[in-house]
């Protein structure tokens, strides 16, 4: 009954590095998301794709950058991690017709020290 | 894109009923409202959609004006496990670019 699967539950990085957040939905569903939840901040945006290989900044998308090859994958990568980048990453995958909802992966609570 | 505006946080007691109020003055006419429920640690989840009028399921109901301008989430006889933020959400259409949006959520707190 699994539709949108991110790579990772929790993940420890170094500042600096460079990190992938991975999520795979099985729905055939043209539009994916990536946000992120911090305390008191409620989900923001960071990046979303309603295609494959295209892709819209969110909210705030800057220190961030994403990749869709494959319709079922959206990558969300931290070219160089920071500690203000320590959050809950969650990603949503949704079909498009208004009358669909969203599916969210489990979320990935990400480290920066 | 409509923008929604919703309590921070409400608190109230085992087998209550509770009410959350969501206003979207701007919403568009092909827009529905989408409400989705998030416990800690875990991504949101669907729990209600509606156009118009009077959305009933399993676990809550849904109450839409005919001016769609707000709508209002009725869980009934709460439990402790209804404790979660909900969001109030008006879907995008394809042509605003389905850029799904989630405002700060409001936070239930149901007490024993």
């Known amino acids: 009954d699994v539709k949108v699967t991110q790579s990772s539950r929790y993940l420890v990085k170094r500042t600096g590095e460079k990190v992938f957040l991975e999520c795979v939905q099985d729905?055939?569903?043209?539009?994916m998301f990536w946000y992120r939840q911090d305390p008191g901040l409620g989900l923001r945006l960071i990046y979303f794709s309603y295609d494959v290989k295209m892709k819209e900044k969110g909210d705030i998308p800057e220190g961030y950058s994403v990749s869709r090859e494959k319709k079922e994958r959206f990558s969300l990568i931290l070219e160089s991690a920071s500690t203000n980048q320590t959050s809950m990453y969650l990603c949503?995958?949704?079909?498009?017709?208004?009358?669909?909802?969203?599916?969210f992966g489990q979320g990935t609570r990400l480290t920066v020290v | 894109l409509a923008k929604t505006t919703q309590p921070i946080s409400m608190d109230s007691y085992e087998g209550q009923e509770v009410n959350i109020t969501c206003s979207h003055n701007n919403i568009a006419t092909n827009d529905y409202i989408t409400w989705y429920q998030q416990f800690p640690s875990q991504g949101p989840r669907f729990i209600i959609q509606?156009?118009?009028t009077k959305v009933t399921n399993e676990v809550a109901s849904l109450f839409i004006p005919a001016d769609r301008k707000s709508s209002t989430l009725s869980l009934p006889r709460v439990s402790l496990s209804d404790t979660a933020v909900y969001y109030c959400l008006v879907d995008p259409s394809e042509a605003a670019g389905n850029k799904l949006t989630f405002g700060g959520g409001t936070r239930v707190l149901v007490k024993p």
């Open positions: 949503a995958s949704f079909g498009g017709d208004e009358r669909t909802e969203a599916f």
């Open positions: 729905m055939d569903h043209e539009n």
């Open positions: 509606g156009y118009k």
